[in-house]
């Protein structure tokens, strides 16, 4: 899998954690904000459309939303068996 698909697959993630929880970007901003990570709903977004976020973001994401545990499957990161 090409980097590019790496990145795409890492959004799509995230994404899909949020959708679960009906969190929006301007929340998930909030909910970092209380973190002391400061975006802009607009750069959630923008970020989280090209994929391009590091690895801590990620994580911050996940721990601001409340992300226990994480399914990975094919589905996400279109593993061809």
Do not use: P
């Given at each position: 899998?090409?980097?590019?698909?790496w990145d795409k697959s890492a959004s799509r993630l995230l994404k899909a954690?949020?959708?679960?929880?009906?969190?929006?970007?301007?929340?998930?901003?909030?909910?970092?904000?209380?973190?002391?990570?400061e975006k802009t709903a607009t750069h959630i977004g923008a970020m989280?459309?090209?994929?391009t976020f590091s690895a801590v973001?990620?994580?911050?994401c996940?721990?601001?939303?409340?992300?226990k545990n994480l399914q990975l499957d094919d589905?996400?990161?279109?593993i061809k068996k």
């Open positions: 899998m090409n980097t590019n698909k954690e949020l959708a679960k929880r009906e969190i929006t970007y301007a929340q998930l901003q909030e909910k970092l904000a209380i973190m002391g990570i989280l459309s090209r994929g973001f990620f994580l911050q996940l721990l601001a939303i409340g992300v589905t996400i990161f279109e």
